[in-house]
């Protein structure tokens, strides 16, 4: 991806990776659909064959980053013994993609919620199924007698994802030298355990 | 604040407060600068008088609630005894502030992320204060030995206002019977301090 045009691959994927650098350098306001065709090495036209809008580009770009966002998600429940260490596997997974996704955290922390459309007209089913997988893990420790039970799961996973969320845009928006986001990851999930759990794990 | 229109107090107060259930009902792009003065009970021009543009009211608004927000803060502060009693002060202020202020709650999580005038230009200096603030604590527990260090007190600080963004979100954006807030508000205290705390306190 270094370069100034994107080749390579089918086109629709070489005009979602264009649109996502020209988003993050120019913003989603400024970016113009001529400035995408040019690092895609696209006809303006083309895009049209592909997408309906600036909108549309922005919320597909969202879609391809919560696929990402949700295999990660699935790996983690997959791989983690118990829920405590699902949870813990997830936050190192969403906040080391973010660092390996630089300029789509950025798409997706700053520029989504300037859509009109992404905020009003949108579902995101995506999201919800995010959500949803995030607060069965939550559910199944809860239902184990190993975390705290007395907020409803969908409301502990909407507020992880929040926490998860605002480091996401701390992190991408921090001007200067990054902090170590790994490092926050691990405290994070320390935390997050430390405070869920009703029971500390026998070693 | 029943009723259709608003009345008493001073003119930009008025504005203020009928801006905040315009926005809250028709959303920023839908809103229209008539039906504020409308419901402000004042001509269009009036409001022009004292605000440059729709963009500058709903900052003004986000101002005024961000006063709010700070002044919760700062008497959390005040009345707790160690840095672990203020944070959980704080958390239980800011998401009742958010059940007696929903409409202004409202306008904060969804429509103000749509200003691209707010993302792009506004340099948020309240909200730069807030944080600054709340890391304050943060960083007085950490040097008492009493809190996680391995994490800069801003960092830790920017985490929780996310979780605490996202619980107003969901609470502001739910269907039908809203969550108990404040049953939320005890649960994330005892979370976040049992996860943050290195030594539990001596009853």
């Given amino acids: 991806m270094n370069g100034h045009s994107v080749r390579g691959g089918d086109k629709r994927d070489r005009i979602l990776q264009a ?3 020209v988003f993050a350098s120019k913003g989603f306001y400024g970016a113009k659909v001529s400035d995408i065709a040019h690092v895609a090495g696209v006809a303006d036209g083309t895009i049209y064959l592909y997408f309906r809008s600036k909108d549309d580009l922005l919320i597909s770009l969202f879609e391809a980053q919560m696929d990402r966002v949700l295999a990660e998600l ?6 983690g013994e118990d829920a405590t260490e699902k949870l813990r596997r997830f936050i190192a997974a969403y906040l080391t993609m973010v660092e390996a996704n630089r300029h789509a955290a ?3 922390t700053i520029e989504l919620r300037q859509s009109a459309k992404f905020m009003k007209e949108y579902r995101n ?3 919800a199924e995010f959500l949803k997988t995030l607060a069965a893990v939550i559910q199944e420790g ?3 007698g190993r975390l ?8 502990a996973a909407r507020t ?8 996401a845009l701390m992190w991408v928006t921090s001007r200067g030298e990054r902090f170590d986001i790994r490092k926050v990851a691990d405290w ?7 405070g869920l759990e009703l029971q500390r794990r026998q070693a």
Same sequence: chains 1, 2.
């Fill in 74 to 79: 699935r790996g983690a429940v997959a791989d």
């Fill in 160 to 167: 992880l994802f929040g926490a998860l969320d605002e480091l």
């Fill in 106 to 108: 950025e798409v997706i």
């Fill in 142 to 144: 809860q239902q184990q």
């Fill in 188 to 194: 994070l999930g320390d935390v997050v355990l430390k």
């Fill in 125 to 127: 089913p995506k999201f």
């Fill in 19 to 21: 649109a996502e650098r």
């Fill in 148 to 155: 705290r039970a007395e907020v409803p799961a969908p409301i």
